[in-house]
């Protein structure tokens, strides 16, 4: 049968050398091929390009693949066809990869699209989760497409800008998200390696390490999540506290949970990393750009996703500001794009995009603010002397988030959850959302700092607003849309989603490489219970100390440590989840 030819010739062609000569081609590393790339460059195949010197394995594989192409049609034939699939195969250096490739192509058949699909993926959206699953595809092989709605990569009109982020690892919002942030802080470093062996000398570090101190109500459940993830951690009282970092004055009486592992991200700097390093293996990205409708044609194997794309509204781009990246690599608009697969990690804009999801996903306008800090004072908010925080005055009451004074904007930064509460019911609002700090703005946040950091409560120097986009019970939505299988729904970061996009855009990735019953085995053999604690006398090195993070395996070039438990708390649960039974109807 011509697919087990094609399998048995590709567990044969693995063995150091062989795609050596791919280096000329602009595109992955020789060690991570893509399949479709060689249906296109047929003289790709093999050490030296001569078509007359391929080893016995080359030609066989050669030879498969011809046939197939012959009776399929090829890339450069009138048919205008590719293989849709055939990226999902990626030649590798080790016999494993080799025969874990080979089966996955033959399963899938090679499935191929007559005339009308032009990318394996199209990403929508290319904010902290949307840039991550790009990037992962680019790094699997997958030909694949990053539409975003506005310019550059990494501008300030989303979600994902405002020069920093917290990333903390003791997470009360739930034990279920522990293995997802060791995930995603143990790639967030590969990703700062990766980018200074590309920027050299001038890279600039994606993380800071401060530490991370949980104030108030908040204090108990971030204790049980370091307990049963065994992290290093203190327990302080507010008097001790104040003590050991002097910018703080909170009541004595409270408690805090004191974990050395938490810090700054650099959202603009890690959206540009992702999406660059993605463009440099090969992935197309679409700046200023609006999806103005989609749709799945056909069914089974045979369907494929069509977008409608359009300019931006200019007036709208010319608002956004341009960071460090140049946009010089954004290519003209299409009118159309056809993929096998759409992964929409469109944030706020998930409801212009999938209506029935406006009464789940909910967005809010979200307002930061830089404070003058005394000058006899701006040492105690140096990184090295003021941990990142989160404080909770009562149980649902007022949660502050800061930053110590770090990077080009000067004075401490302090955020308040939900803010004003100002939701945005109508997906057209979006674009026109004052971005400019008000005075209720400025008093919502003032009153943070001169409860608890009255130091720091000079002018306001700088403000930032972005957008939440909310669930019910505030956690996120990662799930294949109802109707439609292969395009998967990303959205509803609820606040506290940057800290895991790193591990998210893997996992999506995953899903996408997988097929539509990528989980249906997983969902029925994980659970959702977290591991057993450890003694609290247990030996717990740092988190950020090496790349091997505790609770998780080391990573390989055939193995993406994947467990699917990690998404199962973020999908549809009509009977657990408010508020999913109401849209999973609407979706029927």
């Known amino acids: 049968m011509m697919i087990g030819t094609l399998a048995s010739a590709m567990a044969s062609f693995a063995r150091p050398g062989v795609c050596k000569a791919a280096a000329a081609y602009h595109g992955p590393p020789a060690s991570n091929f893509n399949l479709g790339r060689i249906l296109r460059y047929p003289n790709l195949i093999g050490c030296n390009r001569s078509p007359t010197k391929k080893s016995s394995a080359q030609l066989q594989l050669w030879r498969a693949l011809t046939t197939l192409t012959k009776r399929e049609g090829t890339v450069n034939g009138p048919a205008g066809t590719r293989f849709s699939t055939v990226a999902d195969g990626v030649i590798a250096h080790n016999d494993h990869a080799a025969s874990r490739i080979a089966a996955s192509v033959a399963r899938r058949q090679l499935t191929c699209t007559m005339g009308r699909v032009n990318y394996d993926v199209v990403v929508v959206g290319l904010g902290a989760f949307g840039s991550s699953v790009l990037y992962h595809l680019a790094k699997a092989g997958l030909k694949v497409l990053g539409v975003e709605r506005y310019g550059p990569v990494g501008h300030s009109l989303g979600s994902s800008h405002g020069a920093s982020r917290i990333i903390r690892m003791a997470y009360f919002e739930g034990l279920q998200y522990g293995p997802l942030l060791k995930r995603s802080m143990r790639l967030f470093l590969e990703l700062q390696d990766e980018l200074a062996a590309v920027q050299g000398p001038l890279s600039e570090p994606l993380f800071l390490r401060t530490g991370m101190l949980d104030v108030g109500s908040v204090f108990e459940r971030a204790l ?219 008093a919502a946040l003032r009153s943070g700092v ?99 993070v505790q609770g998780l395996p080391q990573m390989d070039s055939d193995s993406d440590g994947v467990d699917w438990s990690e998404l199962l708390p973020f999908r549809f649960s009509p009977g657990d989840r408010p508020g999913h039974r109401e849209a999973l109807d609407r979706f029927s």
């Open 224 to 442: 049980c999540s370091a307990q049963v993830q065994g992290l290093q951690h203190e327990v302080l009282t507010g008097a001790e506290l104040n003590r050991r970092f002097p910018a703080y004055r909170v009541p004595e009486h409270w408690r805090a949970l004191y974990q050395p592992d938490g810090g700054v991200l650099t959202p603009e700097r890690i959206v540009q990393a992702h999406v660059g390093l993605a463009q440099r293996m090969g992935a197309q990205v679409l700046t200023g750009t609006t999806v103005a409708a989609w749709r799945v044609e056909g069914t089974g194997a045979d369907a494929a996703v069509t977008f409608k794309l359009v300019p931006t509204d200019a007036t709208a781009v010319a608002a956004s500001k341009r960071m460090s990246y140049s946009d010089a690599t954004a290519t003209a608009v299409p009118r159309n794009v056809t993929a096998a697969a759409a992964v929409l990690t469109p944030g706020p804009w998930i409801g212009q995009l999938v209506p029935e999801l406006r009464e789940l996903c909910v967005p809010e306008r979200q307002v930061v603010g830089w404070f003058e800090i005394e000058a006899a004072a701006r040492s105690h908010f140096a990184p090295n002397r003021f941990p990142v925080f989160v404080l909770e005055e009562t149980s649902g009451g007022a949660a502050y988030y800061g930053f110590p004074e770090h990077g080009q904007l000067p004075g401490f930064k302090i955020g308040l959850y939900r803010h004003l509460y100002e939701q945005i019911r109508n997906p057209g609002d979006l674009d026109r959302v004052n971005r400019t700090a008000n005075a209720a703005d400025e």
């Open 450 to 548: 001169l409860s608890y950091f009255p130091t720091a409560a000079g002018r306001l120097l700088t403000s930032s607003t972005c957008f939440f986009t909310n669930t019910p019970d505030g956690h996120f939505l990662v799930e294949r849309h109802p109707r439609y299988p292969q395009v998967i729904l990303c959205s509803a970061c609820s606040g506290h989603g940057f800290k895991m996009s790193s591990g998210i855009g893997q996992l999506i990735s995953r899903m996408v490489r997988e097929g539509p019953k990528d989980t249906a085995a997983a969902a029925a053999t994980n659970t959702l219970q977290p591991p057993p604690p450890l003694p609290p006398s247990a030996p717990s090195p740092s988190a950020v100390d090496r790349h091997v």
